[in-house]
């Protein structure tokens, strides 16, 4: 018997949750859910790992504390020494004020941006990359479950679209896959 | 589900204050200042703390109003005990207030009104001072231009006005909202949205009202101590100050409650969220008083940067030490989820932070008005602060007992109780 990928599709995010849980307390794995925004409270229910991209994020932070602290120690101390606010001290630590917000701006730029293209890499959704979503309604007002008969060998795919079938689904597609 | 305080809880309560009156007496009978000026100084920065507490609190509960949200819910009682503490907080201000026009502390320097005539006829006591030069007049050596050109704005009668304004305002505010919040209780379908409405409008007007407000009274209570200096920023400053010392108060009672079996429907997701607030309005406290420090060490005018001179030459412990608990503490130990959703340590780091805002309005406070006397925080202002405490405490687990702790009828309490994130 060939691998079947099971979609379920709804019409509110509630509804959506219901569904899940019910799968999942049947002992079906959910491989996915795609949705037009966030739906609060799914990761906890299909199992979903916390994300590390505040670590990843963290880091860029630092990297980008870093770089502004050395580039500016390098420009206006190092190798141009100014005369910041009328106080000629020529030491990075006595001026630290004076650089502040450019150390804070490039934080928060690292931090951003990196953020921003770590999270397009690892879903796959840079621009240019083709679309993973199965099915265009979820980009506007369905909800949908994703669930894989390769995930889930003790079910069958009757028995988990019987399952479903029991939940107030709005339709029910299945594919080869 | 009425809140009922613990035998334990109401000792504490007591205790605190016992303590700190006793303390704040034993350090009063060591203040050798003139006029007991160190007395009054700490009396006003306590007063004024613990106002800003439940003013905090006040402009949080109009905000969530205003805003119509919907997860806050939940603890809005929490808010609303909070902010009964301005019923009581307005007195020792008031207290200060009254004895400093009537000079027996000398607080506010500018109320000294030798300091806005040109010229005197006579000698000490005896003295009056007219503007115009006339037969007899001498030149006063107290003359201030400065001081006299701020004449319009600071005088005593005009003082009185505004700070009347503010405080009916605020306590009739508290007074209104609380009624209404009371009252939306035994109300359901129509007549309570139309209820939410007539607050969300009602919050609105308020804010503007609290904005001018609270950016003032900082003005005529704190920045007027050092009256020849000035900041721009010094209203927004004192405000987040404000504002995040309400928002740990709540915290912390929110966790008490739950501990204590209470608000079960309050859920990590609430916590979380308030753990949030600290977090941001931290930095919105950091992010002013940086501002404000950096673009005054920046320029080096001297009129403008004797205020920080002062306080980095004489108190850099006060003055370092604040910054970084106020800003490095919640930044490095609040930045993580899990820290935001764990009672014990968010009421460790909260705790912290407290105290480190009292430590800021005793930096605004104490060096302008006790100048080289001032030589750090002893036994009278642990002492009213522990005493100031314990009668917060006391309003507002008192004000708690007062009605149901969770809201029984809203809009919004639902969607509150399926609050997540």
């Known amino acids: 018997m060939a691998n079947k990928v099971i979609y379920a599709v709804y019409e509110d995010p509630e509804q959506l949750k219901d569904g899940a849980r019910k799968l999942v307390s049947n002992g079906i794995k959910v491989k996915d859910t795609w949705s037009p925004f966030p739906i609060h409270g799914i990761d906890p229910i299909i199992g979903v790992k916390r994300t590390r991209l505040a670590i990843a994020a963290f880091m860029y932070g630092i990297t980008g504390t870093c770089l502004a602290t050395l580039g500016m120690w390098y420009m206006n101390i190092f190798d141009w020494p100014m005369n910041i606010g009328g106080k000629p001290s020529m030491s990075y630590y006595q001026n630290v004020p004076a650089f502040i917000p450019v150390t804070f701006e490039f934080t928060i730029l690292c931090a951003a941006h990196g953020m921003a293209i770590t999270y397009m890499i690892r879903n796959k959704t840079l621009p240019g990359m083709p679309a993973r979503n199965p099915d265009p309604r979820s980009t506007d007002d369905k909800f949908i479950i994703e669930v894989r008969t390769g995930d889930n060998h003790g079910h069958s795919a009757e028995a988990i679209t019987s399952l479903l079938r029991e939940t107030p689904v709005f339709e029910i597609n299945e594919r080869q896959y | ?421």
Do not use: C
């Not at chain 2, 009624?179 to 359901?188: I, N, R």
């Not at chain 2, 009828?409 to 509150?416: A, G, I, K, T």
């Open chain 2, 1 to 421: 589900m009425n809140f009922s305080i613990t035998k334990r809880a109401r000792s504490i309560t007591f205790g605190l204050m016992i303590l700190g009156v006793l303390a704040a007496v034993v350090g009063i009978m060591g203040d050798h200042t003139e006029h007991h000026q160190r007395t009054w100084a700490s009396l006003l920065v306590n007063s004024f703390f613990f106002f800003g507490i439940g003013l905090g609190a006040l402009f949080f509960f109009a905000l969530q109003n205003a805003t119509e949200t919907a997860w806050s819910v939940l603890v809005k009682r929490v808010f609303e005990s909070l902010f009964s503490y301005l019923k009581w907080g307005w007195i020792p201000l008031v207290i200060v207030f009254i004895a400093a026009s009537l000079h027996m502390n000398h607080i506010y320097h500018w109320m000294d009104h030798s300091l806005y005539h040109e010229y005197m006829v006579g000698e000490g006591h005896d003295a009056h001072y007219v503007d115009q030069l006339e037969a007899g007049a001498v030149a006063n050596p107290n003359y201030d231009t400065i001081m006299a050109g701020k004449k319009a704005f600071l005088n005593v009668p005009f003082f009185w006005i505004r700070t009347i304004a503010y405080l009916a305002t605020f306590i009739f505010a508290g007074y209104w909202f609380r009624k209404q919040s009371l009252q939306m209780d035994k109300e359901t379908g129509d007549s309570l949205v139309k209820r939410m409405i007539l607050n969300y409008k009602r919050s609105a007007l308020f804010l503007v009202f609290f904005a001018v407000f609270s950016s003032i009274l900082s003005w005529d209570w704190i920045m007027s101590i050092d009256a020849h200096w000035f900041s721009t920023l010094f209203g927004w400053y004192t405000f987040a100050g404000m504002w995040v010392s309400a928002m740990i108060s709540a915290v912390i009672l929110v966790l008490y409650l739950k501990r204590k079996g209470y608000l079960p429907q309050v859920s990590n997701s609430h916590i979380h969220d308030m753990g949030k607030w600290v977090f941001a309005i931290s930095f919105l406290w950091t992010y002013l008083y940086f501002s404000q420090f950096m673009l005054i060490w920046y320029s080096n005018i001297p009129e403008e940067v004797t205020y920080f001179q002062d306080r980095i030459n004489n108190h850099p412990w006060l003055m370092w030490g604040t910054f970084f608990i106020n800003f490095a503490v919640p930044m490095v130990l609040l930045m993580s989820r899990d820290a935001k959703r764990n009672p014990r340590f968010l009421i460790f780091v909260g705790t912290i932070i407290f105290i480190g805002h009292w430590m800021d309005v005793n930096m605004m406070v104490m060096p302008g008005s006790l100048g080289h006397h001032f030589h750090g925080i002893g036994l009278v202002e642990i002492g009213m602060f522990l005493a100031f405490l314990g009668a917060l405490i006391h309003t507002v687990l008192t004000a708690l007992t007062k009605a149901p702790l969770t809201v029984v009828n809203h809009p919004y309490l639902d969607e509150s109780v399926h609050h997540q994130i």
